[in-house]
């Protein structure tokens, strides 16, 4: 099979199974254009699931992607679990580094590597899923000159990722699922595309996904410096704005978030400090305890009621940090 006109790369959350498996029903066998489909779900062997599971819905063939796989005509892959999925000019290529909005594979990543592979030739689309992971993938795809696609919120199952993205750009379809099949047979056939021009920023965020690690004065070119550290690697991290005033934060590692999702990261890891705190001191009056006891057997009494009231002390400030973490996590 030769190398396609058009790639096409579809990310999904919550809800997206059912999706997906209504577009792959939809794809003409004679599409001049090779698919790629990332969906966020926890479990490791959820690749082979998804590709089986779609495959009994279309005649092209349905595989987990590999590293260095030459991209096909009329194939659709599946990323891997644990890994991302990265678009280079005639083949893919398997990555382990740094999650983006927590996920690996990233839709983002999958997303921004293809527009910068292949700038108008790509279509991105985004179906139902949780918070906004695929928005600056979708920014990325509309810089290049692609066709951008969103499943219609109104009947998506989880519809905050499709609302993302229409709150951020201008798409060029606002459907149901239904249509989407059409929409891309078209875009294949009747789209004049011209190659168009990848943006600077576009090739450094796919060498940064490419290689983990390339260096602060890459990110720093995205970016300002922000006075937020990063949740996964305590690295500073770059605050990049785009389209209608969109905000990530990414280190030079390669952690990226959105803004709500850095939000939701910064109050996971004060929740696990809270725990750990709270695990410590509770060791600790414990182990007061058990030596004032011991003091007590040797009729030193005085110096157990020391140890005695320093527990009962932690005792409080165990109960005034329960108040605090029950606050937060209500907040």
Not at 46 to 69: H, M, Y
Not at 134 to 151: H, Y
Not at 281 to 292: P, Q, S, T
Not at 305 to 320: M, P, Q, S, V, W
């Amino acid at each position: 099979m030769s190398e396609p006109k058009f790639i096409v790369v579809i990310g999904a959350s919550a809800g997206g199974l059912k999706a997906l498996t209504e577009i792959v029903t939809q794809i003409d066998e004679n599409i001049d254009a090779a698919f790629f489909i990332v969906l966020h779900l926890s479990k490791r062997g959820i690749g082979d699931f998804l590709s089986s599971t779609l495959q009994r819905f279309t005649k092209l063939p349905c595989t987990v992607a590999t590293d260095n796989e030459p991209i096909r005509r009329g194939h659709i892959y599946i990323a891997p679990p644990g890994y991302h999925m990265i678009v280079k000019q005639n083949y893919i290529m398997i990555g382990s580094g740094a999650t983006e909005n927590r996920w690996r594979p990233s839709i983002d990543i999958l997303f921004r590597s293809a527009a910068a592979a292949y700038c108008d030739r790509v279509i991105g689309i985004i179906l139902t899923g949780l918070l906004d992971d695929g928005t600056s993938g979708m920014i990325g795809i509309k810089k290049c000159g692609g066709t951008t696609i969103v499943q219609d919120p109104n009947e998506a199952e989880y519809p905050e990722m499709p609302l993302s993205v229409l709150n951020n750009i201008e798409v060029d379809y606002c459907i149901p699922l239904a249509q989407v099949g059409f929409v891309v047979f078209n875009t294949v056939t009747n789209k004049e595309t011209s190659g168009g021009n990848t943006p600077p920023e576009l090739l450094i965020e796919a060498e940064i996904a490419e290689k983990a690690a390339v260096g602060i004065e890459y990110v720093s070119k995205l970016g300002t410096h922000s006075m937020y550290s990063c949740p996964d690697c305590g690295g500073g991290l770059w605050q990049i704005n785009e389209f209608n005033n969109f905000k990530r934060y990414k280190c030079h590692v390669g952690h990226s978030y959105s803004q709500d999702d850095l939000l939701k990261k910064q109050y996971d890891a004060l929740e696990s400090t809270f725990w750990v705190a709270m695990r410590m001191m509770e060791e600790r009056r414990n182990l007061l305890i058990k030596i004032a006891d011991e003091e007590g057997g040797k009729g030193l009494s005085r110096i157990a009621e020391e140890h005695r009231e320093r527990a009962g002390d932690l005792k409080t400030h165990i109960d005034n940090l329960k108040q605090i973490l029950f606050k937060v996590h209500e907040d």
